[in-house]
Structures are given as C-alpha cells and as structure tokens.
C-alpha cells in the first residue's frame, strides 16, 4: 500500500485546510485509515480514524479529543481517498500530518496498528 498526503500549508489562526490521502495498491475499501500529527519537539500523536469501507463498522470514526468537533475524516473508495477536514484551526494544530493505513479494526488510535503510513504533510498554523 502507498500512501500520498497532500493539502497542508499555512492559515491563520480560525481557518481551515483539508488533507488528502491517496491510496493506491489495495482497494480502500479494505483498509482503516488514520491520520496522525507530529508537532515540533513532541511525539507523534493520533489525530483521527476511520474504519473500512464497507461491512457492519463502515463509516465509525474516532477523534482525539483535542480535535473532536473541529475535525473530520471520511473516505471516497472510489476515489481511494481519505480526507481530513479541519475548521478553526488553531496554533497548536502547528505539526506534520500523516496519513496510515491498516487491514485491522482494532485499536485504530495506536500507531502500531498501521503499518503503512504516507510521506506527510506540514501544516502551520499562525496566531
């Protein structure tokens, strides 16, 4: 699986940017895709998740609580593309967004679980 992340760059504080994720190698539908950050000086850290794209779990997504209700991820399997929407925006959304992929349905906030992951994409965010 190959992933491409595209759509970072900079906004102001109160704005918004949406990533994409291209997958090409298996079918999307497949996979549960999850986007992570990883800040200056700090650790990676999970951002949100989305489960395959059909079956009993299609479309449940999980958010980390610092993003819930500004962020939203959701897949186009036709387009084999995963999307995350980000509105009002703040300075310490500031990092390096990555896009991952994996056949598992559990613990989807984990970075173990994902053993794909993209190229990542820089997001800057001024006050």
């Known amino acids: 699986v190959q992933l491409q992340a595209s759509g970072g760059g900079l906004v102001q504080a109160g704005g918004h940017l949406r990533l994409s994720c291209a997958a090409s190698?298996?079918?999307?539908?497949?996979?549960?895709m999850g986007w992570f950050r990883q800040a200056p000086g700090k650790e990676r850290e999970f951002v949100a998740g989305i489960c395959w794209g059909d079956g009993r779990y299609v479309g449940w997504t999980y958010y980390a609580d610092s993003v819930n209700g500004r962020f939203t991820i959701s897949r186009d399997n036709a387009r084999s593309t995963v999307l995350l929407q980000m509105n009002s925006l703040r300075p310490e959304d500031t990092a390096v967004y990555y896009c991952?992929?994996?056949?598992?349905?559990?613990?989807?906030?984990?970075?173990?679980?994902?053993?794909?992951w993209g190229q990542g994409t820089l997001v800057t965010v001024s006050s």
């Open positions: 991952a992929a994996t056949r598992s349905g559990n613990n989807l906030r984990r970075q173990i679980t994902y053993p794909y």
């Open positions: 190698g298996r079918t999307l539908s497949d996979l549960a």
